[in-house]
């Protein structure tokens, strides 16, 4: 085999084995040992026995637990439809209730479960858990808005390496055109297996589909512009910011409260989870409990797609500026990069 061909191939070989590399190290990283750490319950009783329980779980679980007590079962309801509780436990003579909200998030409910299933056990009494949020028919574990977000990602940023190398002979203003009929296609595509193929979500698809379109249109833009820049290195570096850091910040499977601060930290701002946590406010909290904010996040997502395709416009009218010349440089200059 000649030396240059296998230098060649031997190069394009080292772009999977990041994303291997990446790819363990971050799902490893971010899923191999969930344990909580500041996970939000309440006993729910403004009795001495229930502070004095209060008191104790805190003592004995350190950083794991942030115990408060809630005056009522009402008040803890109204907290755990807020998003600010993961558990409330009922203190009951013969019958413990726990109270959760699976939709918020399984695992973490489970958590919460754990703790206060040996509470009830050292009281000699089975728990009672009580799941606030039915979630939908087809998805019984409060998962499948995790994996509508897999999807959403991969077909977004599958479709840069296409508009980047089959549409590279295009203007930028024909591919940013196509990035943003592509994302139409892929978030409706998501929306229609999300609600009546799978049954995850059965109520405001409209709304859901437009913050899929969101969701897929930022990181299409943002891909699109990046090709411009980085070539044949932007599938790895959308692999980066939107599978390795993304799906493991996004709180689908383990919430920050069973995470490190590193993917913790992230969950804050990322784009997934602005799409996971807003779809779950919206389909099983009303729209309330920081929906806002998770909006918010998409479309500051967005605007960096739109000022990252602006910036690649930029780059490409240096790039062809030397190679013109003659009175009519200028126009042909911006319909050579699409302005």
């Known amino acids: 085999m000649p030396r240059q061909a296998l230098r060649h191939v031997l190069g394009h070989l080292l772009t999977p084995l990041l994303m291997c590399l990446g790819m363990g190290i971050a799902y490893q990283a971010a899923f191999h040992a969930p344990h909580p750490h500041h996970l939000e319950v309440a006993v729910v009783g403004t009795s001495p026995q ?5 008191g104790r779980l805190q003592s004995e679980a350190g950083d794991a637990l942030r115990v408060s007590t809630a005056p009522t079962a009402d008040d803890a309801r109204a907290r755990l439809m807020d998003r600010a509780l993961v558990g409330a436990y009922v203190p009951d003579a013969r019958a413990p209730q726990l109270l959760v909200a699976a939709a918020d998030s399984d695992t973490s409910a489970t ?7 040996k509470v009830a056990a050292a009281q000699g009494h089975p728990l009672d858990v009580r799941n606030i949020t039915p979630l939908a028919s087809g998805d019984p574990t409060g998962q499948g808005l995790f994996f509508l977000m897999v999807a959403l990602s991969i077909g977004s940023y599958a479709s840069v390496a296409v508009i980047g190398g089959a549409g590279a002979v295009l203007a930028l203003r024909w591919r940013a055109l196509l990035a943003l009929g592509v994302s139409v296609a892929v978030s409706a595509i998501g929306t229609v297996l999300a609600g009546p193929v799978f049954h995850i979500a059965d109520h405001s698809l409209a709304a859901l589909w437009a913050m899929s379109w969101l969701y897929s249109a930022a990181i299409v833009a943002i891909g699109t512009a990046l090709h411009t820049v980085l070539g044949r290195w932007t599938t790895l570096t959308l692999m980066v910011l939107f599978v ?13 409260e069973l995470q490190n601060g590193f993917f913790g930290g992230l969950h804050a701002f990322w784009n997934g989870a602005g799409f996971v946590e807003g779809a779950r406010s919206l389909l099983y909290f009303d729209a309330r409990a920081g929906f806002g904010g998770h909006l918010a996040t998409l479309l500051v997502w967005l605007a960096a797609g739109a000022a990252a395709l602006l910036a690649a416009a930029a780059a490409e009218r240096r790039r062809a500026r030397p190679a013109l010349a003659g009175p009519d440089a200028e126009e042909e200059m911006a319909e050579a990069v699409g302005v």
């Open 50 to 54: 229930a502070h004095a329980l209060a």
């Open 111 to 117: 958590a919460a479960e754990q703790v206060f299933t």
């Open 244 to 256: 390795m850091l993304n799906f493991t910040s996004s709180g689908g499977i383990f919430r920050p």
